[in-house]
Structures are given as C-alpha cells and as structure tokens.
C-alpha cells in the first residue's frame, strides 16, 4: 500500500521526457512507413513472382524465432510524486524472446527498472530504492514496411513486482526511533504501443519500442482527521532499444 505524504510536489511544467519525444517521432515515423508501404504496394505486386525479399525480420514469410537483450528508459507516473517516488526517467534494462511469422509475432517480456521513494517525515534522509520488475506476454502485429524497416503495433500483460531495498527503515522523529516495513506488491499491468523492427544481418535484428502501461495499487492519504483508503489506477511509459538474434527456419 501506498501512503500519500503532505509534500510539495514538482511542478507539471517541465521540459517533456526521453519518451515523449521518442513517442513523437516513433508517430511521424510510423506515417511516414504506411505511407511508403501503400505507395509500394503496386510495385510489389507487379513483382510477385520475382525472388522473395529476405532483408527484413519476417523476411520471405517463414516462421522465425528471436532472443533480445533490452536497454531503454522508464518514466513512473507524475501521479506517483505525491507518494514521495522519484518520477524522472530512470535507466531500464530486460530481455525479450519473440516466435513469430510474416504478420504476427508473440512472446515472453522481462523489464527491470528502479526509482527511490522517501519515506521519512520529518525525516527527509529516509528513502528507499523501488525495484519494479515486470513478466509479461507480448503480442505484435506488422503495421507497415518501408525501407526495410516494420512498424508494430504492440500489445502485453502480466505480473508486476515491485520491491523495497532495504525493507525495513528506522525514522528518528526526535524522540523514540519509528521502524517502517515496507512490503513487496504484485500487481496485474497491461499496456500497449508501436515498435520499430529492422534486420541488420542475417542472424540479427535491432529494434525500438515506445509503450504505456497501466496498474493499480492501493493507497492511503489523509483528509482531514480521517485516514481514507483507496485503489487507484497508475501507468508508466517505456522507450526500449533491442539487439535480438534472430533464427529462421530453412
């Protein structure tokens, strides 16, 4: 459970993250192929009975398998400020195996990331770092193809954990030390996006992935003399860069 602090909390107004840009581009990018990809699609037809192109992930259309490491940055929901979290982009990192064919592709997801959460008051020294750890299965479908490159509308769900270190604090408040336990959750998250897929040998691929994801937590805050409890819903946004090896069937 959450408890909300009486905090200042960061102002709204600041200068928009890694993955607002990121989603921005990955949007002018994904117009850009579709419209290439409709352009060409004459062209391609006129070739179908040429030799099948083998440049891209799916290449000729044949059942293919995929084993990425993942590098990136996740941004925690500004909502989280009032619980004391760090919400700036924080480094992540996870891995990601993909079996897919021509159109569709689906799999296993792991992403790490952390943040710190202070949980002292008056002591402001007390913090903790916030592991979150996520398992999910991901679907992706081809969008698009231009210039070699796939566009992917995305879709995953699965377990959420999220973990203390350490996880039991001491707070000196002045007078007899107060001992805090702060308990691991497990929490249902989902989300979806677009990603970018391109082939750059014949045993590998690179990739980049833009996705929002949402989860629920319980939580507390004060309202007046009354302690009011609830169950609200939060989200995240993850910008991931991937270096897959790449297995085609023959």
Not at 59 to 77: E, H, M, N, R
Not at 106 to 111: I, K
Not at 197 to 208: E, F, I, T
Not at 214 to 236: K, M, P, Q
Request: charged share 20%; aromatic share 8%; hydrophobic share 40%.
């Amino acid at each position: 459970m959450l408890v909300r602090m009486e905090a200042s909390r960061p102002s709204q107004r600041q200068t928009i993250g890694l993955e607002r840009r990121t989603a921005a581009s990955l949007l002018v990018l994904t117009c850009l192929a579709l419209g290439e990809s409709n352009a060409a699609a004459g062209a391609d037809d006129s070739r179908s009975s040429a030799s099948p192109r083998h440049d891209s992930v799916s290449g000729a259309g044949g059942p293919w398998l995929s084993i990425g490491g993942l590098f990136g940055s996740t941004q925690p929901d500004g909502e989280l400020a009032d619980y004391q979290w760090d919400t700036t982009p924080r480094a992540s990192f996870g891995v990601q195996a993909l079996a897919g064919n021509d159109r569709f592709a689906s799999g296993l997801r792991v992403w790490n990331t952390r943040t710190t959460q202070h949980v002292g008051i008056p002591d402001q020294a007390a913090k903790a770092t916030v592991h979150t750890t996520s398992v999910e299965l991901v679907g992706q479908a081809k969008l698009a193809t231009a210039w070699r490159t796939e566009v992917h509308a995305i879709a995953g769900g699965g377990l959420l954990h999220i973990g203390y270190e350490p996880e039991r604090i001491t707070i000196d408040s002045g007078g007899t030390p107060i001992v805090v336990d702060l308990k691991a959750l497990n929490e249902w998250v989902a989300g979806g996006g677009l990603a970018l897929r391109r082939r750059l040998a014949s045993a590998w691929s690179a990739g980049l992935e833009l996705d929002y994801r949402i989860y629920g937590l319980d939580t507390a805050h004060r309202n007046g003399n009354d302690i009011e409890f609830s169950r609200e819903t939060f989200g995240d946004w993850s910008a991931r860069l991937e270096l897959a090896w790449l297995y085609r069937r023959r």
